[in-house]
């Protein structure tokens, strides 16, 4: 059976241990350090081939700068000492990871090189292993087959690129992660945003991996009917999954009818036939072209037949010119390009969009594309825009795309292919025995419906809950506010339903990590204030205060009962005349005015139970 969609995803986790290959803290800082700087070429793999993917970052010439603050980062980061012995722990990890998805282990873990020269690894290549292969995932009836499970090194932190110079800091290289890659099972948008959240329970499950954004990327490899294998590297929001799978899916389907079309048209393979169009430009208003002539730049062209209304259609839905931009700019480091498909616009007039065609020796309607920028720029823009437009004779072009915040991706360089991969000298094997296999079997932790089960019968809560707290990764917090302090009910809520409120108002929730979380369901407890202002205490928090300052700042605080009882009292005799007519059906419309009183000061129920008894005597008396 054919599907629309084809994906696979490889996810990868952080470990909270030490480094994989020293001793240093696994955290990042702001620390200043060591300055150190590097330029990587690529190296040919054991049967003399260059990756591709390797090539096309080399032929960029980029210079490397690095930040190594101490504690976080030695000698191993910077290359300058051998890697020590892979850590232990973080071998257990991932050990116990592959048994919770029946795959089989190896029976020794050899770590090799994987070539990387975008500079976030100062060596120029990542260390990776493979430590089990096969296993599946159960979904609703179906399964997802796991293809491998992989522990590797994370790389640098990249904090800064400005012209051919970009900085990272070496905090972060060298985390151990876990790399799980899936079969090519799912077929929905959905689909992958629902592996992604089980894969990303069964890792948590190990209670060994960091939280918070950054700490868990995947990648999406996806295909359609007609195209070719396109891998989304380093989507952080799981929420965004589905959103980026289907933009693919439009993309590739559209490059798919510009094929189609293109063949339908009969028409030869473009040519990069550069030409100087300065002079059918000068007083051009266009803001681009007018500063590159200023500075005595270039504006180049080059005539595109056949491609008229591929580069944009008017419903927007091909969009072959954005694929040649994005090209030009990794290419050449050019602002973009422009094509006749926009044209007129963006200060370019009629009459000089026929003054462009006239000076390269084309007709009416013919397509061309030109850019403006320093003249060897220019010229290496066009020709990588031409060479995107000969790939669309073949259709979609395998290769690696970077996510952007809206759901779309843009173009980072070929996929890579096997020739990146060679053995690592400098790491000694590991053998996995059967007694190390039967510790880690007897010591696994529960799979998550296992908690789900737990949270259910423990404390309470609807299995709908227990499921949504496991899925979004609040079991640890959920359940250490159950247990310690007794807010199941409460915990469950604000976890599910108010995070999400107050992020909608504005508020930036991802301050609220688990040990802020802990520290306001602690402070609820305590007495600290009631329940109704844990949502305006979480939202002061957002914004960096700490609970005790939350608290202070929203004249919380707890009052005895003394003081309670006469605010209430007061409201219910201000409106004497509506309690002796509603009786206790007074009840509820007062609980809005006692509570706006007391402001989070006393407990709903216990303000509710003061409400009555003071009614209850009004209309007694």
Do not use: W
């Not at 696994?26 to 054991?46: F, I, K, N, Y």
């Not at 007897?442 to 899925?471: D, N, T």
């Not at 409201?571 to 206790?584: I, L, P, T």
């Amino acid at each position: 059976m054919a599907h629309e969609l084809t994906c696979g995803i490889e996810i990868h986790q952080q470990l909270d241990t030490k480094k994989l290959f020293c001793s240093c803290a696994t955290e990042l800082t702001e620390d200043q350090g060591r300055e150190l700087h590097r330029r990587l070429r690529p190296t040919q793999s054991e049967l003399g081939e260059v990756d591709r993917a390797a090539l096309a970052q080399a032929e960029r010439r980029m210079r490397f700068r690095y930040i190594a603050p101490p504690r976080v980062s030695c000698l191993v980061d910077q290359d300058e000492e051998p890697p020590h012995d892979a850590d232990a722990e973080a071998m257990d990890i991932t050990l116990t990871f592959a048994a919770l998805l029946g795959s089989k282990v190896v029976d020794e873990v050899h770590f090799m090189r994987k070539i990387v020269i975008d500079g976030s690894n100062t060596t120029g290549f990542q260390r990776t292993a493979l430590v089990a292969t096969g296993g599946y995932l159960e979904l609703e009836g179906r399964r997802v087959g796991i293809q491998s499970i992989c522990l590797e090194e994370d790389a640098a932190r990249k904090v800064e690129a400005k012209g051919q110079e970009v900085t990272y800091r070496l905090d972060r290289l060298g985390i151990p992660l876990i790399e799980v890659a899936t079969g090519p099972d799912m077929h929905t948008p959905e689909e992958v945003k629902e592996v992604a959240a089980r894969l990303g329970s069964l890792l948590r499950a190990t209670k060994r991996v960091k939280r918070g954004l950054g700490t868990i990327r995947e990648d999406l490899n996806i295909s359609v009917p007609g195209g070719a294998r396109v891998e989304i590297k380093g989507v952080q929001e799981l929420r965004m999954l589905p959103e980026y799978v289907q933009r693919e899916v439009d993309r590739q389907r559209s490059l798919v009818e510009v094929r189609r079309t293109l063949l339908e048209r009969g028409v030869a393979p473009p040519r990069a036939e550069i030409a100087d169009l300065a002079p059918a430009l000068t007083g051009c208003r266009s803001k681009v072209i007018a500063a590159a002539l200023s500075k005595g730049e270039a504006v180049l062209g080059t005539p595109l037949p056949g491609l008229e209304g591929l580069m944009r259609s008017p419903d927007g839905r091909l969009r072959l010119g954005a694929e040649m931009a994005q090209r030009a700019r990794m290419r050449a480091g050019v602002q973009g390009i422009f094509h006749s498909d926009e044209l007129p616009g963006y200060g370019i007039t009629a009459g000089e969009v026929a003054a462009i065609r006239k000076r390269m020796g084309v007709g009416e309607g013919t397509a061309f594309a030109l850019c403006a920028d320093e003249p060897r720029r220019a010229k290496a823009a066009l020709e990588a825009a031409v060479e995107r437009a000969i790939m669309a004779f073949e259709g979609v072009p395998e290769e690696t795309r970077d996510p952007l915040p809206d759901g779309s991706s843009s173009y980072s360089r070929p996929l890579p292919g096997a020739s990146r991969m060679y053995p690592e000298t400098d790491v000694r094997p590991i053998s996995i025995t059967a007694t190390r296999m039967a510790t880690i079997r007897s010591r696994l932790p529960m799979a998550p419906e296992q908690v789900e089960r737990l949270f259910v019968s423990k404390y309470g809560i609807h299995e709908q809950q227990a499921r949504q707290l496991v899925r979004e990764g609040h079991e640890d917090i959920f359940e250490e506010a159950a247990s310690k302090y007794g807010l199941a009910a409460v915990a469950a809520r604000t976890l599910l339903s108010t995070l999400p409120e107050i992020a909608k108002e504005g508020a930036d929730v991802s301050k609220l990590d688990d040990k802020a979380m802990r520290s306001a369901f602690g402070a609820l407890h305590d007495g600290a204030f009631a329940k109704e202002a844990l949502p305006a205490v979480l939202k002061s928090m957002c914004q960096g205060s700490s609970v005790e300052q939350a608290v202070k700042e929203l004249g919380l605080g707890r009052i005895d009962s003394s003081e309670a009882e006469a605010v209430v009292a007061e409201v219910v005799a201000e409106r004497q005349a509506f309690v002796r007519e509603k009786g206790m059906a007074a009840v509820g419309p007062l609980m809005g005015p006692v509570m706006e009183r007391l402001r989070g000061k006393v407990d709903g129920k216990v303000a509710s139970e003061l409400l009555k008894k003071e009614i209850a005597r009004l209309i007694s008396g």
